[in-house]
């Protein structure tokens, strides 16, 4: 019996064209002998979200930058000191290990014979709508960086892109990628540790992302926004459930990195800023019980001076969400969506909808993700200083900045990417800090010790590989 079955499956296998021959029986799937493109691609979803929502100040400051936290004991980052612990580099490398595995995806993905043509086209369109994700980020880090011969093993002194022309690319990939989805077949499957393989979520994704680079542009060149943001808005993000979020464990080694930097660590590093307290208290703002604890010392929210020594018993610390093990850690969010949509609005793109509407939208969704109700969103925008008419600033990037700037609470990365585009808040440098708010990262010390001509190309045409020299999108 066991015979026959045998010789009707292997008849069958070939009839349908999915063996080329008997060796193909010998291929042990539990065991590959080399690692499968989806198992790379679930690699690089976990370390990129990883490096984006840690609070490891090695990898990513961010959040002092923006003045969300700033530090106790140790003020070094505080200050922008970036070079002692080579934080460029760690995030640097930390990126570009994330392109190189889902390099190495894209390679590797049309190798199983057991997935068909379709399956494989939506896994190498997922795998492309991460690269973009992560070669934006990188751009809007540094400014010019290599891409076109980055991951090229031949080229181990790689030449700079310019950063205008990688967007530019970015975006053609994005579009190509988006063009090939076919939410009727598979994806990923399981291996997809943000969407569990559903394509359908992967095209919102995609749309939401190309929506956040063409605002990330427009100051450079609107028309091209306006057409890249018109066609994306059709398809973003609509709920809070569809946001692009990895789930992290309750237990690790999968939680999110800010349980380890903030829990397991058993340190004290970080207090709120009295800045960002303090205009959480101005606006009655639900999220603050959410995002910070009270003290054990005087019983209310309390913010530390930036840049200086604070102490965390006496000042407020990350709250008690931030601290869960399982707290999502967050690639593109619903409201990040909303507030796009709300400037899209404002600079005359049609996307439709209002300024006002899709600022509302913005600010309940964030409100609603940290535990509140519409009723709070409702009672938190009636008044007079959250309202869009009457909200600080005269001009709509005022308006959308201060509250975008208060909902990326959690995405430091691009929390403050918003704040150099939008110049929103006004913030100010620390009395002891070594330059000015950083506007970029400097490039890794082994860039210019190892990779001399190009770094010194790159460096002269962004105007000198400096902390305060923009981004080609950065205009005002």
């Known amino acids: 019996m066991k015979k026959t079955i045998l010789i009707s499956l292997s008849s069958l296998l070939l009839a349908t064209g ?36 840690s609070a490891n100040v090695n990898q990513n400051p961010f959040r002092l930058y923006v003045q969300y936290w700033t530090e106790t004991t140790y003020t070094d980052e505080s200050n922008y000191d970036i070079k002692t612990r080579q934080i460029d580099r760690d995030f640097w490398d930390a990126l570009y290990a994330v392109l190189g595995n889902l390099n190495e995806a894209k390679t590797l993905i049309p190798n199983n014979k057991f997935v068909e043509a379709k399956v494989q086209a939506n896994q190498q369109a997922c795998v492309e709508i991460l690269a973009v994700y992560t070669w934006s980020t990188l751009v809007n880090t540094y400014g010019n960086i290599p891409y076109t011969e980055a991951l090229d093993f031949n080229k181990p002194q ?54 956040r680079l063409a605002l990330t542009v427009a100051d450079d060149d609107e028309a091209k926004a306006k057409t890249l943001a018109e066609q994306a808005a059709p ?7 569809e946001q692009a979020q990895l789930n992290f464990n309750a237990s690790p080694p999968n939680t999110n990195p800010l349980y380890e930097d903030l829990v397991q660590s058993g340190r004290h590093d970080f207090v709120a800023t009295s800045l960002f307290i303090d205009t959480l208290k101005a606006f009655n703002d639900p999220r603050l019980a959410a995002y910070f604890n009270k003290p054990s010392v005087g019983g209310t929210f309390v913010g530390g001076e930036n840049g200086a020594g604070n102490d965390a018993s006496s000042n407020s610390e990350p709250g008690a969400k931030l601290l869960k093990p399982d707290l999502p850690g967050v690639l593109l969010s619903y409201s990040e969506v909303e507030f796009l949509l709300a400037e899209a609005v404002a600079r005359g793109f049609t996307v439709g909808g209002t300024t006002v509407d899709h600022y509302n939208s913005a600010v309940t969704a964030s409100i609603q993700e940290w535990g509140g109700s519409a009723a709070n969103a409702n009672t938190y925008l009636a008044q007079p200083g959250v309202a869009y008419a009457t909200s600080p600033g005269t001009t709509y990037k005022e308006k959308i900045g201060l509250q975008k700037w208060i909902s990326l609470y959690d995405q430091p990365v691009m929390a403050w990417t918003e704040w150099r585009r939008l110049d929103t808040p006004k913030l100010e440098a620390p009395a002891d800090a070594l330059s000015e708010i950083p506007l970029r990262f400097t490039y890794p010390t082994p860039e210019s ?17 400096k902390v305060t020299s923009k981004i080609f999108w950065d205009k005002f």
């Open 158 to 211: 790689p030449k700079y892109d310019d950063a205008k022309a990688i967007y530019s690319s970015l975006f053609t990939r994005l579009d190509a990628a988006l063009a090939a989805l076919d939410p009727s077949v598979a994806g990923m499957g399981n291996e997809d540790i943000l969407y569990n393989g559903d394509v359908a979520s992967w095209v919102k994704f995609g749309n939401s992302l190309k929506l």
């Open 18 to 53: 999915c063996v080329d021959s008997i060796k193909d029986y010998n291929l042990d799937v539990k065991n590959p002998t080399t690692v499968p493109g989806p198992a790379l691609f679930a690699s690089a979803e976990r370390s990129l979200t990883r490096e984006v929502v």
């Open 235 to 241: 398809n973003v993000f609509t709920a809070l459930t």
């Open 449 to 465: 010790n190892l990779n001399t001509a190009n770094y010194n190309t790159a460096s002269s045409a962004i105007g000198g590989d």
